[in-house]
């Protein structure tokens, strides 16, 4: 079974600090996709990153970058000089392979980690 | 560009009663899902649609059905509805694709009193 663990529960900033969050996984399967999503107070879920199991480049995306390592089963997200609008819960998720046939398709099933609450303060 | 439209936005309901959630995928999306996400808790994965026929099912309670129309539009009726139904039921919609991302509505948040 997958399971995705972010350690972190909730993590408070002052503006213009830099913020990692940490995701670790598991999954049996040698093809998956990792993504962070965030969830900012308006409650909608925004999607930010995608990364495959075969594709350990770093990504850097403005001030958002992330980090993947599959020896360590980790895909962290820093926030370079957060500002309060990064202030959201963000959530890390996994799919795995997944299949599509005439039975239907069981693309689209993610896991996610019970998310990181980040405050970021003026 | 069009998004995924949920209705409605909140909903309160009484116990034992029946809600209706709606969710209008993206156009020309082939797959639509529905999440469940608990107060304070991660979205759990219900079931999914692929192509107007049910495709993978998760968590959902048998109260809860499920259905994805010819327009497809996708409607998730709960019965008897207890305490612990009240959450932010998300729709999502996607391409079926390995890895494909979903695409999320706004949530409807139900709380059943």
């Known amino acids: 079974a997958q399971k995705v663990t972010q350690a972190q529960t909730e993590i408070s900033v002052v503006e213009k600090e830099d913020v990692t969050l940490d995701c670790v996984y598991e999954?049996?399967?040698?093809?998956?996709?990792l993504f962070w999503y965030k969830q900012p107070p308006s409650g909608e879920l925004v999607f930010l990153i995608r990364?495959?199991?075969?594709?350990?480049q770093n990504e850097i995306s403005g001030r958002y970058s992330w980090n993947f390592q599959k020896s360590t089963s980790s895909f962290n997200f820093t926030i370079t000089a957060s500002q309060v609008v990064d202030s959201a819960v963000y959530f890390c998720a996994l799919s795995e392979a997944g299949f599509l046939n005439a039975g239907g398709t069981s693309y689209g099933k993610l896991t996610f980690g019970q998310g990181t609450i980040l405050t970021v303060h003026p | 560009a069009a998004g995924v439209i949920q209705s409605p936005r909140h909903l309160i309901k009484e116990k034992r009663e029946t809600a209706t959630l709606k969710c209008y995928p993206i156009p020309r999306h082939d797959t639509v899902y529905w999440y469940q996400q608990g107060p304070g808790q991660d979205p759990q994965f219900l079931i999914s649609f692929y192509e107007k026929m049910q495709s993978d099912k998760g968590s959902i309670p048998d109260r809860f059905s499920a259905q994805q129309f010819s327009d497809y539009h996708s409607e998730l009726n709960m019965s008897s509805l207890e305490l612990g139904d009240s959450a932010l039921y998300f729709c999502a919609s996607s391409l079926a694709s390995p890895g494909e991302k979903l695409f999320f509505g706004s949530g409807t948040q139900l709380s059943v009193l």
């Open positions: 999954t049996r399967d040698t093809t998956y996709y």
């Open positions: 990364r495959n199991s075969f594709d350990e």
